[in-house]
């Protein structure tokens, strides 16, 4: 039994994520409660840890009274059983009295050791849940251990840790197997059930930053700054960076000769397209940036109701708008501007008519809808088909054929 304690004390010993301090008063707590359970006091005892050799020492202190004038035996002890432990002991003196696990009893070294095991599981826990919480936003590379219906548990390479990847934080098309390799960034460390769960990420936009920051030198010296970033993750993103010193190129900085710093990046987010460009705190030219590749004719903002209607050529439009609007939604977000898309005419076809006056028979957060996918006449959107429009606006289908049955009414008769 005093073996089986002092086995769990080296451990504890051994520990490195639990500091000197923490330990010695977790230890002396724990020898102390023992004591406690044994003499009703622990008033006269020393605990003497010793942290280099790994064991410790338990001292019992009394004072040393004539035989018959022991008033307190927690406190005091006899002259002749003072005597029977040192021949050398006075009369006045502190007798030091060096006790045994083995005088405490099976039964009290059992609950000590449980109670030790309890401490330092509960140390680690904490310990675990410090370390990780000051990691929050760094990238992890972690092996796949496990494989659950929702989840996957990563090892984390360095410390061993188990981490938790949801599948409802990995990238369309991640397909991972026990055993491969993957990289996340901590999203967020939590305690549940009294153990610290440390979640991962790969479609936090903070993932994608420390991508960068590993492959660009500029960023991870603090010469480049990324301002903004948005993304749908596994399809597109975008990034708004700025430079501090004028003579470094911040977007070519990023993407690197021939594409070079970038193409990692993409391919380690499942050949996401990522667009690169200037932050500029001009709401205008930011959202001309933001809408690459489409090139703006003109653009018209509604500051207080954070507005921009977007004026392009016609073959520009679908540009702008991206394949299933993705390039304007995260154009949107990235700017803080809804962004309205208009074909650039002079003047409209003699036989069309502008969405607006349609404005008694559909809501306008419908025309709304048709606007922002660059559709402002009637027979641009009677060029569409119904799965087209539910694709890419937030109608329903039944709300889509609504549509288009009342634009189509305006040209019955029609040859």
Request: charge should be negative.
């Amino acid at each position: 039994m005093t073996i089986s304690l002092v086995d769990v004390f080296n451990d504890f010993k051994n520990n490195k994520n639990i500091d000197r301090p923490t330990m010695v008063r977790v230890l002396e707590d724990v020898f102390r409660t023992l004591i406690r359970k044994k003499y009703g006091s622990d008033d006269n005892f020393n605990v003497i840890v010793n942290t280099q050799q790994g064991d410790l020492e338990l001292w019992r202190v009394r004072e040393i009274v004539p035989d018959g004038e022991v008033m307190d035996d927690r406190s005091q002890i006899s002259i002749s059983e003072a005597l029977s432990i040192d021949d050398d002991y006075e009369i006045g003196e502190e007798c030091y009295e060096q006790l045994h696990l083995l005088e405490f009893g099976r039964r009290a070294i059992m609950a000590a050791r449980q109670t030790l095991i309890s401490r330092i599981m509960e140390l680690e826990k904490d310990e675990i849940y410090k370390q990780y919480t000051e990691r929050v936003g760094e990238v992890i590379l972690g092996e796949v251990h496990q494989i659950l219906k929702r989840e996957f548990l990563i090892l984390d390479d360095v410390s061993g840790n188990e981490l938790i990847l949801p599948k409802s934080e990995t990238i369309r098309g991640d397909y991972f197997r026990k055993g491969d390799m993957v990289k996340g960034v901590i999203r967020r460390v939590e305690m549940k059930n009294n153990n610290p769960v440390v979640v991962l990420s790969r479609t936090d936009p903070a993932f994608l930053e420390k991508l960068m920051a590993q492959e660009v030198p500029e960023i991870e010296d603090g010469l480049i700054v990324v301002r903004r970033i948005e993304r749908l993750p596994g399809e597109r993103a975008k990034v708004a960076v700025e430079s501090y010193d004028e003579r470094i190129d911040p977007v070519g900085a990023c993407v690197g000769m021939k594409g070079s710093r970038i193409h990692g990046i993409v391919r380690e987010l499942r050949n996401e397209n990522i667009d690169i460009v200037n932050f500029t705190n001009n709401d205008s030219l930011f959202i001309q940036r933001a809408l690459t590749p489409a090139k703006v004719t003109n653009i018209e903002l509604n500051t207080e109701t954070k507005r921009a209607s977007v004026y392009l050529e016609p073959d520009q439009v679908s540009l702008a708008i991206g394949k299933g609007g993705t390039n304007i939604k995260l154009a949107s977000k990235l700017t803080g501007y809804e962004i309205d898309v208009y074909r650039n005419t002079d003047e409209l076809e003699i036989d069309d008519v502008v969405l607006d006056e349609f404005s008694d028979e559909l809501e306008p957060w419908v025309i709304d809808e048709f606007k922002k996918i660059g559709c402002d006449t009637a027979r641009s959107v009677l060029g569409l088909n119904v799965a087209e429009i539910v694709r890419r606006t937030e109608l329903e289908e039944e709300t889509a054929q609504e549509v288009l049955n009342i634009l189509a009414s305006e040209f019955e008769g029609e040859k």
